[in-house]
């Protein structure tokens, strides 16, 4: 099927190609990224794109929409299946579009929210002044502990008895450690909050159960299907059916997250998406799902054990997640020299902000890196431990042509030893 493009756009075609290789032959370890299966690929490039459905599974704007709906129902019923969710809505493009849905459900403009701050692990949907969150609702944030640089709930229950927020926000996309969600319900109960989880990155390992479980806890839960869940690019929103604020209101929690979706802040919903969420839960309801997201906890950590042997300093001193935060200050490389240089020898990375970072965040202190791409890969333990030394040789000596030929070299015979989408030929 791609080669219609071939003829017709020869240009976008061969920028799908150069993809595709940029892909195959780097080692990809953004904390964020993944390599969907070639079923989640396909179902993405199908008819299910021309659709128009509007609404939800039985109730549409529009006619024909009996195989959208087949498809969108077994999406949401597998979601609730693998997470143990009341309730689940499948249409989210995206996790801003996500976060905005859940907020629009329970807030009002200027109401108060807290939530981790961006420079210390959060995520800009969390209240960043340039996004549309900050602007609409007032948020404060709490950061973490400045020395074991780790979620301090003593302090955040403080913080909260201080601000009475109506929403506290749990979730981050650079922090390496486990979030204990029972704490947090704890806290939202103390000041008569909602609880709202962003489980974007650790959705993964939160349905092999290899984290703690947000569910019986957060009022809401929003995440993207492309990280470590390893699906299309997307989002979902799941939630309880009650609503633990507002119980005697017009609509449960699961109406108002409905009508805040579509049509409160989006239009059709993406029909091939959708489906290749339900084609990638199906994978993720696998036995061997469980056993992928072992291999990127220990991975991760092979990849940690090793920065640290050879003197690179860890956030929080390791990991307990699919990411790692490494502090560059220890070494004299910015992140953005680091990314840059790391770029070259075929390992990518992004630069980041560490807790209390001296830099700014155009160019900070850190550098993220994550395991979940390279374990769908099929890479093992040993090889993360090899990519860790070599890594760490190429960071301390920048300038060394040997160390970057090193690294080149690795990145060449692990991506030729596990190859990416064989099934995949574009040549033909
Ligand atoms: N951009 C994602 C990340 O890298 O964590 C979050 O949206």
Known sequence: MLNFIASSDPKIWSAIKGELARQRSGLEMIASENFASPAVLETMGTVLTNKYSEGYPGKRYYGGNEFIDICEQLAIDRAKALFGAEHVNVQSHAGSQANLSAYAAILKAGDKVLAMDLACGGHLTHGAKVSFTGKN??????????DTERLDYDKILFTAQEVRPKLIVAGASAYPRQINFSKFRQIADAVGAYLMVDMAHI??????????????????????THKTLRGPRGAM??????????????????????SSVFPGSQGGPLDHVIAAKAVSLHEALQPSFVDYQKSVLANTAALGSALAAAGI???????????????????????????KLLDQAGFFTNKNMIPNDPRKPTDPSGLRLGGAALTTRGLTATDFASIGTTMANLLKNPTNSSALKEAKELATHLTQAYPLYPELNYDR
């Open 237 to 258: 929103i799941l939630c309880a059916l009650n609503d633990r604020l507002d119980p005697e209101g017009k609509k449960n929690l699961a109406q108002k997250i409905d």
């Open 313 to 339: 300093r860890l956030v929080t001193g390791g990991t307990d997640n699919h990411l790692l935060l490494l502090d560059l200050n220890s070494i004299n490389i910015t992140g953005g020299e680091a990314e």
């Open 203 to 224: 959705a993964g390992l939160v349905a092999a159960k290899l984290h703690p479980d947000p569910i019986a806890v957060a009022d809401i839960i929003t995440t993207t």
């Open 137 to 146: 609702y007032q948020f404060q944030h709490y950061g973490v502990d400045k």
